[in-house]
């Protein structure tokens, strides 16, 4: 007999869900984590006042009723729509691509007019079936929209040209022919009033948790039964069929002696000279009213060993090395990989609170 069931690596959304529900099921869990606070990328930290995202912006979003009501278990949310706008160059536009968008960007009023512009720009580019993101764009929007807000933004993100990126990312973007200027089209969304962090404490309330700890430090020994590991698949195995590719991302925060600094959350900025992607004021999230206010600067990079990974690149060459990866992990039955990095998946927080609790219910 192990002390524990199971031992879960890393504390962010699909290991704390996995470990409250085993635990509910009478399961012993130990939960470790390399980082000094549990909650992942989710984690919430106050400054001046206000709940600041410390690993980027996290705005919940489902369509999925069960998980909406599953998340406000463990916070009250409020009644924040992601609004974003974007800057590029001298000018300024509403997202996600809607009537507010096109009518500033052509003059026109109606949806007949915008669609007519649109669908003239795309009959000239003869694109059948896009092969990959830039074609995709193209296709979908035209060049105006592709070239003012998606190809600058897209390409600094990412690191790679548009034309070298999967055509799915983009498909993440809603296009519609209304004044709406929501950027989800999900039921539900909002943010959990007094932060993240909070939902951590709940779901992890009563289990074991290490922190300061890398798995990789740990004996020898097996204490578990099983391990349920959410960092990285390809680092579990040593990179030793190779690295799989990550974007990582910086961030630049600033406390600015003003009440409001650019009168929203989230600003991106699509400029390809502009080296940062986005600009996002913390204090909008929750409507705080505070005399300061705390922006980040997000700046892209190139991930490589030693700093956080945030976004897998799912291109085709990362695809079929993950394959080989996921060969490995079914030869480790006593391991299971979960989460963004476990399975190398462009995750929202819904789909891995969904992944986790399916994970649950395989195992029990
Ligand atoms: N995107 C873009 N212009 C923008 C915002 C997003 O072209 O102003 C594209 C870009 O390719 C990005 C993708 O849409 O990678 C998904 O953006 P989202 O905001 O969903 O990404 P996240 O918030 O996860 O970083």
């Not at 635990?23 to 984690?43: E, F, P, Q, T, W």
């Not at 600067?297 to 060993?305: D, G, I, L, P, Q």
Request: charged share 30%.
């Amino acid at each position: 007999m192990k002390e524990y069931d199971y031992l879960i690596v890393g504390a962010g959304l699909f290991g704390a869900v996995f470990a409250h529900e085993m635990s509910a099921k009478g399961k012993k869990c130990l939960v470790i984590d390399k980082r000094s606070h549990i909650g992942g990328n989710c984690y919430t930290e106050k400054t001046e006042g206000i709940n600041i995202h410390k690993y980027g912006a996290h705005i919940f979003h489902t369509s999925d009723r069960r998980i909406w009501e599953y998340i406000n278990q463990f916070a009250e949310f409020n009644n924040y729509i992601n609004s974003p706008v974007a800057i590029y160059k001298d000018e300024l536009y509403n997202l996600p691509f809607n009537m507010n968008t096109f009518s500033k960007m052509w003059n026109i009023k109606t949806p007949e007019e915008a669609k007519a512009i649109i669908k003239s720009q795309i009959d000239k580019l003869n694109i059948s079936e896009p092969q990959n993101l830039e074609e995709q764009a193209l296709k979908l929007v035209g060049n105006d929209v592709y070239e003012k807000l998606i190809k600058g933004y897209t390409e600094k993100q990412w690191g790679r040209k548009c034309s070298e990126l999967p055509a799915f990312i983009i498909k993440r973007l809603p296009l519609r022919f209304t004044y709406d200027n929501n950027y989800f089209n999900d039921r539900y969304q909002g943010i959990p009033i007094g932060g993240y962090t909070q939902i951590f404490e709940k779901l992890l309330n009563g289990i074991e948790v290490k922190l300061n700890i890398n798995y990789k430090d740990m004996s020898e020994e097996k204490i578990a039964e099983k391990t349920v590991f959410t960092g990285c698949i390809d680092e579990f195995f040593d990179y030793r069929l190779g690295e799989l590719e990550y974007r990582s991302v910086r961030f630049e925060n600033e406390i600015a002696d003003k009440e409001n600094y650019q009168g929203n959350a989230v600003v991106n900025y699509t400029d390809a000279d502009i080296p940062y992607t986005r600009i996002i004021e913390h204090k909008h999230f929750e409507f705080a009213d505070t005399a300061k206010t705390v922006i980040s600067r997000e700046y892209s990079a190139e991930w490589k060993r030693g700093i956080e990974p945030y976004y897998p690149v799912n291109d085709e060459k990362n695809s079929k090395l993950l394959e080989k990866y996921q060969a490995l992990a079914s030869e480790r039955p006593d391991v299971i990989f979960g989460g963004r990095l476990g399975q190398y998946k462009y995750y929202d927080m819904d789909k891995a609170i969904r992944s986790a609790l399916d994970t649950v219910e395989a195992e029990s």
